[in-house]
Structure formats: structure tokens, C-alpha cells
């Protein structure tokens, strides 16, 4: 080899590095989990969303850390006077605000003692054309400062919608799940408050979530486990459900019948177990052996039908002492079904889930029904009618139970029952054949019964001359 070979200059060539479109393969597993932390840490702790109506980051998959909280908006538009003075009246009751530091008084921006009642009342009056019904439900609302968390929330609303808000609010504890109602104005600097789709779809909820992380901490994992074992005796599809469901074995599987599904579980997972055994309590789950329950495939259903008979029946807690027996089923009643009911007034609640007020009727058909409010119902109640033991007549005055809602209040329900016309209506019954089981219930009702079999067996005797009806009572039902 010669120098001038050996000195002969030479450049090496590496090859270039591969393209790839995923740049997260570059960073280990727990770098992207701390780096995943930071941004939520800069999220939770900004004044304001990046985008409040960006729907593509509502996914609580993009917020495993962030605490849980559920919004729900609902408006009532301006058409009967004392309407929103009347829902003010139901979320402020005192039965709903609990005990010890909140009262039954509401709060604002400023005030701890506001009469919600008459601020919404001030407001219909002003003419605003709809007042917006607010209900904010934490994940873990015990722990919350709810009055702190409202506050709050409204200054970011107001910096999302660049206008002065007027609102008044409510915390309630007189459920499992803590929360607050809030009654915001329509209305703010001389126009009208729009709020977007979107905007109520997935930016209040993130404001509150992040108001909810920033008293409680990111949601750890003693968090969700708290949560899961929450569910576990709940009258309600869960998400311990849908674990179930979805680590359900293929349809063949012989261990089955056709009206069941089998649930295997891992040795180690003792909340689904102790969930399969409430649900074997509710006659919803058998066991096959240690790993393996036998599920009917309409638990769901079931399921949820039992969450809206606990709904009632928590709406019924304030006015229960006046329903005549416990053992009445309850029934949830639209406007637009009824066609011709009659019954005594039990009282009108709130539905915590919905915001909206029912008013509760004990039937003539023995149920009690719920039955929505609507602006005829509304408009009678401020003409104090419908109240508490007073006796009505429903029907509808359009086609099929569509149409307009009439309304006749009889007064008391105890003077009805001696009166004329509940003697002629009680005689038209029986020559139609109608006859309850007389002394089948107790109270009110009971009473309603035993009246209309006395008719009865007066018509009877009458038919016969006078002499006595060997006609047999009805036998007490069970």
C-alpha cells in the first residue's frame, strides 16, 4: 500500500433513522405518564379550557387523573307566571338542604343567604324569556365544598361567555350523591344568554371536573376503588355491571339456559363477587361454581327499572305520611297518557335527577302516580288548586291523551266521599260493573273503596225488594 493510499480520505455514510408516525414509541412507559401528568397538571390548574367546545377532548379516556362530575342543563322557558318562583320553592325546601352549616336558604356570588324563591320570581317578572336549571354532581360530593365548587364555576362560565351572570344556588345532601342546583338568569347585560350545545355537552362539565380535581387531588386509585365499591349493593346498573356483561361467555356455552348468560370472574376480583352475590340476593345471578355465575341476560333492565322506582320513592320521602298504603305501586304518569284519571293529591316533589317537579297522585286505580309538571298544572297551582288531600279530575281535551290538560279540583278529599256527586259517579260504577276490593287498602283510599261496595250492596237490596243482599264482599287483599 502505497502513502498516498493510505492517506486517501474517507466518509462514512450512516443510514438515516426510520420514520415513524408515532413519536410516544421514542419515550418509555413511565415518561409518558409523567409527561401525560404535567398536562393535566397545566389543564386542571388554568382559569379557562384551552377550547370549551372542543367535543374531542370530552373523552374521560384523555382524563384518567381528573376527578369525576356530572352537569346537567335543563332550561323552562317564560310562559306561566310563578312558575320559577314555584321551582325555587321545591330545591329550597327544607327537607332537600339538610342539616348543620348549608340551610335552606340559597347562595349567590356574594350571599350565603338568598331567597331563591323570590330571585327567580324577579326574574319572570322582568320578562326573561327562560331561566336555566343547573344540576352539578361530583363524583365524591361529600368531600366537596359544593357552594366553592358553584362559585366557581359560574366565574369560568362567565369568562368562556364574556357576560356578567346572575344566578342562585342550592347545596342538597338528602341523597347518596351530594349536589348542588343552580337557577342562572337567561338574561345578562341587556341580552339574552345563548349557551351552545357543545358548550353544555362538554365544556361545563370540564370546568367542573377540573374544579373538582383542584379540591380533591387527581383521582387516584383508592378513588376508583372507592367508587366500584360504592356500587357494589346499589339498586342500579353499574359499571360492576358492565364488567359482568362484557366478560360474559359465547351464547353456546351449554353451562347456560336460553334466558341467561354466564359471568366468569377472576379468583382475585372480590368486588365482582360480592356484586354477583347481591345480585343472586336479587334473584338476578346464580352460581355455578367458584369462577362461574349463571346472569338473565334482562338484568340491565331490571336493573334500571329498580333505579327509577328508588327515584320515586326518594321523591316521595316529603309527603309519605300522607299515602294511604306503602304497599300502592308507583307509576310514572306523562301529560300526554292520560286520557281520564282521577285521585287525591299527595303532594308535588322535586326530581333530583331531572330538576323537574311531579306532582303525586293517589289514584282512584290504586297507584300513585307521578305526573310531570306542565303549564296547566302549573297555572292551577297558582291558583292554589291542586293542593295536599284535594281530590281531581284529569282528562284531555285534544285526541288519544294528546291534547290539552283539564283539570277540575274537587277541594277536600274527605268531604268528597259524603258528597252527591261522588254518590252518583260511585252508582254509575257499579251498573258499569266496576267494584274494587273493598278494605284491600288502608286510609284515603280504603276509605274510597268501602264507600263504593256499600253503594254496591244498596243497589243491590234495592233490586231486590228491599230485603237484604246475601251478596258476598270482596275478600281483603293481601
Known amino acids: 500500500m502505497s502513502i498516498v493510499e493510505a492517506d486517501r480520505p474517507f466518509r462514512l455514510r450512516p443510514r438515516a ?3 415513524t408516525d408515532d413519536n410516544s414509541r421514542l419515550w418509555p412507559t413511565a415518561l409518558r405518564r ?10 386542571a390548574g388554568r382559569g379557562r379550557l384551552q377550547s370549551p367546545l372542543n367535543g374531542e377532548m370530552a373523552g374521560r379516556g384523555a382524563r ?3 376527578q369525576r362530575c356530572a352537569v346537567r342543563v335543563m ?6 307566571r310563578g312558575q320559577w318562583a314555584a321551582h325555587g320553592r321545591y330545591v329550597a325546601r327544607e327537607s332537600a338542604a339538610g342539616e348543620g352549616p348549608e340551610s335552606s336558604r340559597g347562595f349567590d356570588a356574594r350571599s350565603d343567604e338568598v331567597d331563591i324563591a323570590q330571585t327567580a320570581a324577579g326574574w319572570q317578572n322582568a320578562g326573561d324569556p327562560r331561566i336555566f336549571k343547573l344540576i352539578i354532581s361530583p363524583e365524591f360530593g361529600h368531600r366537596l365544598d359544593l357552594k366553592d365548587l358553584s362559585r366557581q364555576l359560574i366565574r369560568r362560565m362567565e369568562r368562556d361567555l364574556d357576560l356578567p351572570l346572575e344566578w342562585v344556588a342550592v347545596a342538597h345532601f338528602n341523597t347518596e350523591h351530594p349536589h348542588a342546583h343552580v337557577l342562572l338568569r337567561g338574561s345578562a347585560a341587556g341580552q339574552e344568554v345563548r349557551l351552545a350545545p357543545q358548550y353544555i355537552k362538554v365544556g361545563i362539565r370540564k370546568h367542573a371536573e377540573d374544579l373538582c380535581t383542584a379540591q380533591l387531588g387527581y383521582r387516584t386509585e383508592a378513588d376508583r376503588a ?3 365499591a360504592r356500587e357494589v349493593d346499589q339498586p342500579r346498573f353499574t359499571s360492576l355491571d358492565f364488567v359482568l356483561r362484557r366478560q360474559s361467555t359465547p351464547e353456546n ?3 347456560a339456559s336460553p334466558e341467561h348468560f354466564i359471568a366468569a370472574i377472576s379468583g382475585d376480583d372480590a368486588l365482582l363477587a360480592n356484586r354477583l352475590r347481591v345480585l343472586r340476593s336479587m334473584g338476578l345471578a346464580e352460581p355455578i361454581d367458584r369462577r362461574r355465575w349463571q346472569v338473565r341476560k334482562d338484568f340491565e333492565a331490571v336493573l334500571r327499572s329498580m333505579k327509577k322506582t328508588a327515584d320515586r320513592q326518594q321523591m316521595l320521602a316529603s309527603c309519605a305520611a300522607l299515602i294511604s298504603d306503602e304497599r300502592l305501586p308507583m307509576v310514572l304518569t306523562p301529560v300526554s297518557r292520560i286520557t281520564s284519571l282521577e285521585g287525591r293529591v299527595v303532594g308535588h316533589v322535586l326530581d333530583d335527577t331531572t330538576g323537574r317537579a311531579h306532582m303525586v297522585l293517589e289514584g282512584t286505580d290504586s297507584k300513585i302516580h307521578f305526573i310531570p309538571h306542565d303549564s296547566a298544572i302549573e297555572s292551577a297551582r297558582q291558583k292554589r288548586l291542586l293542593r295536599p288531600n284535594n281530590f281531581v279530575e284529569l282528562s284531555s281535551a285534544g285526541v288519544g291523551g294528546r291534547g290539552r290538560l283539564v283539570i277540575e279540583d274537587l277541594g277536600s278529599a274527605e268531604d268528597y266521599l259524603s258528597s252527591m256527586r261522588f254518590a252518583m259517579k260511585a252508582r254509575r260504577m257499579v251498573q258499569q260493573g266496576i267494584l274494587p276490593s ?3 287498602w288502608g286510609g284515603w283510599l280504603g276509605k274510597h273503596d268501602r264507600a263504593v261496595c256499600s253503594t254496591a250492596i244498596s243497589i243491590s237490596n234495592d233490586a231486590m225488594g228491599g230485603r237484604p243482599s246475601r251478596a258476598t264482599e270482596p275478600s281483603r287483599a293481601g
Open 64 to 66: 384518567p387523573f381528573i
Open 226 to 228: 372507592e367508587a366500584r
Open 253 to 255: 356455552d351449554s353451562s
Open 17 to 19: 433513522p426510520k420514520r
Open 438 to 440: 273493598e278494605g284491600g
Open 75 to 80: 332550561y323552562s322557558t317564560n310562559r306561566t
Open 34 to 43: 409523567v409527561l401525560q401528568l404535567v398536562q393535566n397538571t397545566r389543564k
